[in-house]
Structure formats: C-alpha cells, structure tokens
C-alpha cells in the first residue's frame, strides 16, 4: 500500500517517539513489519541545505548535480517515520546503521525535480539480533535514477543461529591520506542532514548510550571518503560500517581501485567500500 506524503516529515518528533516507543519492542526475524510503502512527491533540494552538506563531508560546492549519498538524507526523514512507528518491531533506540548499497543511473540535478519513496523491505536474522532492510528510490517522472538498500541492526538475544559472516582475506590498501576529524563534525553534520542524533552531538549525550565520546554520523565516514575517491555519474557504492569514529580523533583513508576504507589507530577499520563503474 502507498502513502503519499505531502512534505518531509519532522525528525525531531519522529526521534522522541521512536525512543518512546522501543521498550515496549520485541525485535525478532519473523515479526510483522509495515508494508506500507512512503511517497514523497515533488521534492525540490534545498540548495542552502546542500552547500551545508558539501561542505562538511567535503564535495566540491556549487555544481548542478546532487553528491552520490544525498538522496539518502532526502529519503531519511521517511525512514525514519516507518521505523519510529509502532508497527515497526525493532527498538529504535540502539538501532545501528550496518550497510548500505548505493545505485545512481545518472547524474542528479540538483535544481531538479523528483518522487521519493521509501519501504521496509524485510527482517532478517542476525547473529547479533535482527537486521532490517529499507529501500529508497529517487525517481525523475517514470525513470528510477537513483536507489538505495540500507541495512540497520538491532542487537538482542537470539536463538537464530545466523552464519558467521565469511572473512574475505583482501591485501591491504595503500595510505592515501591522513584526516583530522573534529569535534563538532557531529553537529555540523547534524545540521546539514537533520538526524540530530544525541549519540552524534556532544559527549555527555553519547555517553547515555554507552559511548565514551560522540561519534560520527557512519553516513558522513562513507560520504568523506567517496568525496576524496570520486564517483562515476553510473556507479554502484557499497559500504560496509564496521566501527565508529570517536570524535574528535584522527583516521587514515586508504584507496586503491574501487576500493576505498577508513581506519582508525591500530589499523581499526571503521568503514570498507567500493566503488563500480555502471555500463552505459
């Protein structure tokens, strides 16, 4: 079933009542979730808000075209507003953002006009939980140009026994460059995006959720590292969020090919990508 939106919804109210509401969840693989699919219709960027975003995760400002990972804060407010709701039956509390796999078909005008929407795709187990599926897809009249598959884990007790994941043994990236990353990259992001977040904000509110300082947004690590890797106007980005970035701290990028990660000291690695090319 369809419901079309008639204007971004507010994430402020949306946070309150998702965290209102994740006591009373009892996350599982095989719970109901909403098949109701969100349809925002004649979305228009703002261009303000854009610069903001460009300018904290590092892409180029001023150019007619929306950076590759823009749509998802377009399409995050929805997603919000599906996983926040009762009929969702993951906690949102605690929910962690694992994956995202990104398509773009073309490249996106950002003086254009488009139909968002957004749908939960499924549960599934986990070997830490339960793991949720949302799909978003930007559409420019009929034409499906942009869409995004994101997964989000909620960790509880399971009797699922999941596979462990394979560990594929890949040669190491070369350095490329070493970032300093403030610490109010939190808020800057924050203000840009809209998910304010308090894990993301300031470290007295992190550590309410058992973080020694704020980290930061895991959809700003992978958009800075795609900013400093570029990406083809066809591609298909893959990114995989493997541990947070405690802010303020420092990170090493390292790219080879496609391929992109950022670590931390001690060679922690917090997020692993790549990048691939579309065929015309």
Do not use: N
């Given at each position: 079933m369809d419901l079309v939106l008639t204007a971004t919804p507010s994430l402020v109210p949306l946070l309150a009542r998702g965290a209102l509401l994740s006591p009373f969840k009892r996350p599982g693989p095989d719970a109901e979730f909403p098949r109701t699919r969100?349809?925002?219709?004649?979305?228009?960027?703002?261009?303000?808000?854009?610069?903001?975003?460009?300018?904290?995760?590092?892409?180029?400002?001023?150019?007619?075209?929306?950076?590759v990972t823009y749509p998802h804060v377009l399409g995050f407010p929805p997603a919000m507003r599906l996983m926040s709701g009762r009929d969702f039956p993951l906690p949102l509390l605690g929910l962690?953002?694992?994956?995202?796999?990104?398509?773009?078909?073309?490249?996106?005008?950002?003086?254009?006009?488009?139909?968002?929407?957004?749908?939960?795709?499924?549960?599934?187990?986990?070997?830490?939980?339960?793991?949720?599926?949302?799909?978003?897809?930007?559409?420019?009249?009929?034409?499906?140009?942009?869409?995004?598959?994101?997964?989000?884990?909620?960790?509880?007790?399971?009797?699922?026994?999941?596979?462990?994941?394979?560990?594929?043994?890949?040669?190491?990236?070369?350095d490329v460059a070493e970032w300093r990353i403030a610490g109010d990259v939190g808020r800057r992001y924050g203000a840009a995006s809209g998910d304010r977040n308090p894990i993301h904000l300031h470290p007295l509110t992190a550590r309410l959720f058992g973080f020694p300082r704020a980290i930061a947004h895991g959809m700003w690590t992978v958009a800075r590292c795609l900013a400093a890797h570029g990406v083809p106007e066809r591609a298909r980005v893959t990114a995989e969020f493997r541990a947070p970035v405690l802010l303020p701290g420092t990170v090493t990028y390292a790219a080879e090919g496609g391929r992109f990660e950022l670590r931390g000291a001690e060679d922690r690695l917090h997020v692993a990508g790549e990048v691939y090319p579309l065929s015309s």
């Open positions: 969100l349809v925002l219709p004649g979305l228009r960027v703002d261009l303000a808000r854009l610069a903001g975003y460009e300018r904290v995760c590092g892409f180029p400002t001023g150019a007619d075209a929306l950076p962690v953002h694992t994956s995202i796999t990104i398509t773009q078909h073309r490249a996106l005008a950002a003086t254009g006009t488009y139909e968002l929407s957004v749908r939960v795709d499924g549960l599934a187990p986990h070997r830490r939980g339960t793991e949720a599926a949302v799909v978003t897809e930007m559409r420019a009249g009929d034409e499906v140009v942009w869409e995004s598959r994101s997964t989000y884990l909620a960790r509880h007790r399971t009797r699922h026994q999941a596979p462990e994941p394979s560990l594929e043994v890949r040669k190491p990236l070369p």
